[in-house]
């Protein structure tokens, strides 16, 4: 069964920057786009991007580019969100996601809260 | 970020059928049969309930069944249950440009 273990929570000042990640297992991580998807406190789904293991190649969202970088380690079945400069505005929580066929997600991490404050 | 049109709450009696709506454009929805639903029960992450418009995950009850019609595509729930209150997006692929876009979320209330 696929299941993906995110990084814990954080509090985080403006300003600095945070890498959260997610820890694939129990399938090929190599061969499936892992997606991050924010949820702001009391709102919807928002998807950020994903990116292909199995080369790191990326895609984002228009919204999100350039605001976050996505990266894997393979050696780890490790994928990472990035941000350089954290604002309050970007506090939420962060889903990572397993990507299949058409862009549907087919598991999800327990997600990461980040607190800018 | 641009968003598919859900209600923002529907509601129906135990037992009964509902259908939640998904409102999209000729650019997503009504462009390509890559429409998702999920549920997320409050402080959990969402779960998907169906993909490609209307095929069901393996361990989906066959209770919930996707549609579509145009630019609108359907999640119906029949015989609703209590652990059936949840939060339900839609997403659609949205072309090379958006790639892919949520609804906002409509709320079931199981009477």
């Known amino acids: 069964e696929e299941q993906l273990l995110q990084s814990g929570a954080e509090v985080i000042q403006p300003g600095e920057s945070l890498k959260i990640s997610c820890k694939a297992s129990g399938y090929s991580f190599t061969k499936y786009w892992i997606g991050w998807v924010r949820q702001l406190p009391g709102k919807g789904l928002e998807w950020m991007g994903m990116i292909f293991p199995g080369d790191s190649d990326t895609q984002y969202s228009p919204s999100f580019e350039g605001q976050v970088t996505m990266s894997v380690d393979k050696s780890i079945n490790t994928a990472y969100l990035r941000w350089p400069s954290l604002r309050p505005s970007d506090t939420a929580h962060y889903y990572c996601a397993m990507h299949i066929g058409n862009y549907a997600i087919k598991a999800w991490g327990q997600g990461t809260s980040v607190t800018v404050s | 970020q641009p968003a598919l049109t859900q209600p923002r709450s529907v509601s129906g009696s135990f037992g009964q059928s509902v259908i939640i709506p998904c409102t999209g454009s000729?650019?997503?929805?009504?462009?390509?049969?890559?429409v998702s639903w999920y549920q997320q029960r409050p402080g959990a992450a969402p779960r998907l309930l169906v993909y490609?418009?209307?095929t069901r995950p393996s361990g989906v009850p066959s209770r919930f069944s996707g549609s579509k019609s145009g630019n609108t595509a359907s999640l119906t729930i029949s015989g609703l249950q209590a652990a059936d209150e949840a939060t339900y997006y839609c997403s659609s692929y949205a072309g090379i440009n958006t790639l892919l876009i949520f609804g906002r979320g409509t709320t079931l209330t199981v009477l």
């Open positions: 000729n650019s997503d929805i009504g462009g390509y049969n890559y």
């Open positions: 490609d418009v209307s």
